[in-house]
T-cell receptor, first 105, second 114 residues
Framework: DAKTTQPPSMDCAEGRAANLPCNHS???????VYWYRQIHSQGPQYIIH???NNETNEMASLIITEDRKSSTLILPHATLRDTAVYYC??????FGAGTTVTVRA | DAGITQSPRYKITETGRQVTLMCHQT?????MFWYRQDLGHGLRLIYY???????DKGEVPDGYVVSRSKTENFPLTLESATRSQTSVYFC?????????????FGEGSRLTVL
């Protein structure tokens, strides 16, 4: 099971882009990278996933390095409602502690 | 409504009692999962199921029992609850465990064992 590593916390100014890094150096070639977020104590919410190519949807963009050892989730215009814990996982079998993102006005 | 629902949402019980947390999904997803989340921590997988009558252990299975007689239901039973099992329990479903297929989570069941 590939292990992911994320910074424990980060702050972001409202309206600015938030760039959330994730290291997954042991990921195998067919494992996807998934991002979820958890607001307060709600169930985690899916954001985006990717395998090799960069991905974009209405919520965020995902940039995966060519060697697939790391990725960055980009929230293009952070709002106060984006304050949450963000999880980067490579399989559905385990979540780490994630990154607590605080968006400040 | 389509979705994934957990019940009960809140439960207080005593040490040694049996507790069953229910999970129901309406998408006919093959995979279902149970996680626990303790204060200030991420989610740890307890058990998962790839299909009806197929279950497998996750990271922290001790003290828990699951069954999956129907695709849509995946109950989690604590046969003899302990205080260390006080936690928030999340059920999730997915079309796949590996490729594509995002996880859809329930709202959580908050269990307190006195």
């Amino acid at each position: 099971d590939a292990k992911t590593t994320q910074p424990p916390s980060m702050d972001c100014a409202e309206g600015r882009a938030a760039n959330l890094p994730c290291n997954h150096s042991t990921i195998s070639g067919n494992e996807y990278v998934y991002w979820y977020r958890q607001i307060h104590s709600q169930g985690p919410q899916y954001i985006i996933h990717g395998l090799k190519n960069n991905e974009t949807n209405e919520m965020a963009s995902l940039i995966i390095t060519e060697d697939r050892k790391s990725s960055t989730l980009i929230l293009p215009h952070a709002t106060l409602r984006d304050t949450a814990v963000y999880y980067c996982i490579s399989r559905k079998l385990s979540f780490g502690a994630g990154t607590t993102v605080t968006v400040r006005a | 409504d389509a979705g994934i629902t957990q019940s009960p949402r809140y439960k207080i019980t005593e040490t040694g009692r049996q507790v069953t947390l229910m999970c129901h999904q309406t998408w006919s997803h093959s995979y279902m999962f149970w996680y626990r989340q303790d204060l200030g921590h991420g989610l740890r997988l307890i058990y998962y199921s790839a299909a009806a009558d197929i279950t497998d252990k996750g990271e922290v299975p001790d003290g828990y029992v699951v069954s999956r007689s129907k695709t849509e239901n995946f109950p989690l039973t604590l046969e003899s609850a302990t205080r260390s099992q006080t936690s928030v329990y999340f059920c999730a479903s997915s079309e796949s465990a590996r490729t594509g297929g995002e996880l859809f989570f329930g709202e959580g069941s908050r269990l307190t064992v006195l």
